[in-house]
């Protein structure tokens, strides 16, 4: 993905030649200053190992679930291994499970949606609004049937959904709102925090987020039962009483369904002290994603992504673009080249819609034996699959984004730069084009 710094080597052939990846954030070369990691990380994470606080509900651990529980304004939250298992609790604690549907926006990342189907329920794909990239609440609405328990929603590159709507939506229908909130650390709507708003809310912190623990995550709610099955599913072992407030499930305690989604105690003693440092960067990051909005508005071609009223935008986990072929008079590719050889890392590649994806749109038989809710009728199931044109406004809209450098502490001017860069390249889309053809 553009915004992982995504090193990638192979080994020397004496140490087996094995691939190895490291996959945190990107700082972008002399324009920026920002160091994700620092000491005060290292010395936790240090001091941490030395008291072997490795395992379990450590005091570090409690104290990052209280902290988030007062940043989110929600009464319940768990920490847990990642993002995706985060949503997977989530999802159990809402009660998904065979044969429902779940409805997700088709531009999302595969992992919100994924734990559906180990819970044996059905993605459904909605469009995503053209100008906000976010879910389409009446294409969510039209897609809602009577198997329908709930709807995903991510507040993708840190732009936040229409909440009010979503809300009354859920209200009129009773589906269940899950909020995926691991672009949007820190963000709000009309002053309310994200992910405190739906029936729960989740978010990851891996490697290259806003919040790193390098991998981990976190369930918070409001919502007791939904705080109660996220526990049952993936906590086995923390302790009788430390967690559960009601009764409900306390015979199954401490083990719970005996599967283990417990975070790391060390990746959330990192993630304690980033959290210190997350409104500081959200700021320094605001400040140079809209001053260079601000620019582009008066550039023919280009379109910055359009917020909700009364959406702060936080986390800004991806700095995204609308791109008008026509209108720059030059191909979306040539673009970006341009831009990389001025220095800048520019991307064309969001993530892949998810209804695009073999798996999604071909279907698997996931449990073998024709089971599982992406069975085809070839597969002895009634999955419909998916196919080009099925989500046609998403797909537009889609293709024309484009991915510039995130800056995180960038340099006095360097916001300016590349907006320089950028006109540069659109003062010269011509003679560019003519160099293509
Ligand atoms: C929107 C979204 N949801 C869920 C996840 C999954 O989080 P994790 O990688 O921590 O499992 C990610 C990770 O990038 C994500 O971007």
Known sequence: MPEFDNHCDNLPAALGGAPVFVQTAETQGKLDRWQQMGEDEAQLAYDMTLR?????????????EDEWRKRTGTQFAITTI??????HSAMYGLGIGPGDEVITPTGNWICSIAPALMLMARPVFCEIDPKTLLIDVEDARR???ERTKAIVLVHLWGHVC?????????????VKIIEDCSHAHGASYNGTPVGSIGHAGVWSFQGSKPVSAGEGGIVATNDVDVFERSCLIGQVNRKVGMDLVTDKYRQ???????????????????????L??????????SQYIQTVEQAVKSIDGLEPITSHLG???GGFYGFCLHYDEQKMGLSKQRFLDALRQEGLQAYAEVYPLLHR???FADGLDIFTGGRGPLCTPQMGGDYPGYKEGDLPISEKAWDKLIMLPMLSDPIEGAAENVIAAIRKIAQHADRLAAVEA
């Open 82 to 87: 990642n993002g995706t298992s985060a949503i």
């Open 162 to 174: 229409d909440m009010d709507a979503i809300m009354k939506l859920s209200e009129q229908t009773g």
């Open 143 to 145: 897609k809602i049937t």
């Open 252 to 274: 199954l305690q401490p083990l719970g369904l005996g599967i283990k989604f417990r975070a790391h105690p060390v990746g959330i003693g990192i993630a304690l002290v980033q």
């Open 276 to 285: 210190k440092k997350l409104d500081a960067l959200n700021a320094r990051r």
């Open 52 to 64: 072997n606080e490795l395992s379990g509900g450590t005091p570090v651990v409690r104290e990052f």
């Open 311 to 313: 959406a702060q935008r």
């Open 357 to 359: 994806l073999p798996l």
